[in-house]
Every structure is written in C-alpha cells, then in structure tokens.
C-alpha cells in the first residue's frame, strides 16, 4: 500500500445541549471517528473509533439521542490529550493529510486544543470535503452528510452522528468524488 494516497476522514461527536449549554459547560469532543482512505485503490481500507472522556461538561439526554452515546460510555475513554496523541502516534495524524464535512472538526479539535494546552495531531494538509463535493456537483448550498448520500445516490450506513458511522459515509463520499476525478490531488 502507498502511504503518499492514504488520507484520513476524521468525524467528531462533542456534547451538545438542546438550547443553551449548562453554566460553565462547553463543547468538547467525546467520539472521534477515523476512516482510512487509499485514494489509489479506491477503498476505504480501515476504520477506527476513539471514546473521549469530557473534562468540562457532560453528555446530556439531547447529547445521547442525537449520537446514542451515554455519559457511562464516554468515562470510558481516554483523556483529550491522548486521543489526539494516539491519532499522531497510530494514525500518522501530523504527517496523512485528512478531510471532514465542513470545517467544524478542524475547528472544534483547534478550540480544544488550544484550551487544554494540547498539541494539535493534524498536519496543515486539510479538505473540506462539503465544499469539494458542493463545487463538483454545481449545488448553490452545501448540503449535510446525509443529504449528500442521497445526491451521489449512496446508502447511509449505521447511524447518522456516530463518528465512526459518519467518518465511514464521508469516506464513501470521498471516494465518489475521486471516482469523478474530482477529489484534489
């Protein structure tokens, strides 16, 4: 396998509050969902989840609905810090570049990193894969992940804000573009 065609299709899930956050609550990430790309073969060749437990608010029942991930579940996860040492370390983070729908993912591990004093995993090598596929397609709005699926006329697999569920659908995404010749080089 070349390692110059992988790229990594990041997705976040953060907690989430139906409305205002809770006095002294902010965003954090809890899911990040990681699928491998080997632009080459044109195959998504692995799939990786990481559990993030959140130091400065908690997962609230609109949070659980929305992802299906319980407050129980992500105190099992790792600290922020080690996740993001974990993508540099396992998932050549710093040096693959790698793609999200929109540029949310890139801001949220940004903001968290820059308030927990974390060294950022990510190289500056970053594709908005919403603005590749609106451009490709001539869309006037950018649509969401899922309504991008139905526009390439793909399946939406697992459930629709699971990081590892969306990281797999935008890496399809991904591919589809490639298979168009419109995915950057």
């Known amino acids: 396998m070349n390692r110059d065609q992988l790229l990594?299709?990041?997705?976040?899930?953060?907690?989430?509050?139906?409305?205002t956050p809770p006095p002294g609550a902010v965003s954090e990430i809890i899911e990040i969902g990681l699928t491998v790309v080997d632009l080459r073969a044109r195959e998504r060749v692995a799939r990786h989840r990481v559990l993030v437990r959140p130091r400065r608010s908690e997962v609230s029942a609109f949070c659980t609905e929305l992802t299906g991930l319980t407050r129980a579940e992500v105190d099992t996860g790792v600290e922020f810090a080690d996740a993001c040492r974990l993508l540099a370390a396992e998932h050549a983070a710093g040096s693959r570049p790698w793609a999200s729908w929109g540029d949310y993912d890139r801001k949220q591990f940004e903001r968290q990193c820059a308030a927990t004093g974390t060294a950022y995993p990510f190289g500056h090598r970053h594709t908005n894969a919403k603005a590749v596929f609106t451009d490709a397609r001539g869309l006037r709005k950018r649509p969401g992940m899922a309504q991008a699926l139905r526009?390439?006329?793909?399946?939406?697999?697992?459930?629709?804000?699971?990081?590892?569920d969306d990281a797999w659908n935008i890496a399809a995404l991904v591919l589809s573009l490639a298979g168009r010749g419109d995915w950057p080089e």
Do not use: K, M, Q, Y
């Open 8 to 19: 990594n299709v990041v997705d976040v899930e953060a907690t989430c509050w139906d409305g």
């Open 151 to 164: 526009i390439a006329g793909l399946p939406l697999e697992g459930r629709h804000h699971s990081g590892e």
